[in-house]
């Protein structure tokens, strides 16, 4: 069975004033919330059980799931209305409702690509890159096992140096094999943290997608190129 998470908790600060009224998951691009786009991609790629993880006016996206019927798939909600988890801890409290022996595809809620789901590999933890330009790029060495994170900016670095530096897309696979490490993690923490202190003991691959074109719509401004984003998909 292939599963999913969509994260989709956020407060959404950054496209204020609209999530003053609702979550950022129903914030419209092209006619349909940002929820619909990405559970429809996940959808035509074979995905049949999906967990979204709830916070900011959360009673609407389940109100949303509910007068859709799901979509017709078997979509859960972790419930974070009590306190945001982060991405870290926001996979961690979800595990349950999960097959316990698949591998889970992370997507954020408001990230539009046309990358190809169905072309991942599921058979290790995956961190889906690129080459573009940004101030925070993850570490790869030439077989594309992750060591570290560096922001170009400050010169910041988390985990160690290595040669090849991508962007992270915001989409990645969390694998069983992770699950025992995270038991030392608290509730709430950054996945990414995470990843680049487990990629010391355990394999955590990048996938390098070639031609991605991704769009975060994650501010007012985006929202426009969103439009004409998703006609060109």
Known sequence: MKQAMIFAAGLGTRLK?????????????????????VIQKLKRSGYERIVVNVHHFADQIVTYLEENHNFGLDIRISDETSALLETGGGIKKALPLFDANEPILIHNVDILSNLDLEALPMDAPLLVVSERQTKRYLMFDDEMRLHGWTNIETGQIK???????LAFSGIHVFHPSLVPLLDEWPDRFPIMDFYLKACGTHLIRGYEAKDLRLLDVGKLDTLDNAEKFIKSL
């Open 17 to 37: 004033p609209l999530t003053d009224t609702m979550p950022k998951a129903l914030v419209r691009v092209g006619g349909q919330p940002l929820i619909w786009h």
């Open 159 to 165: 985990g160690e140096k290595a040669d090849k530096l």
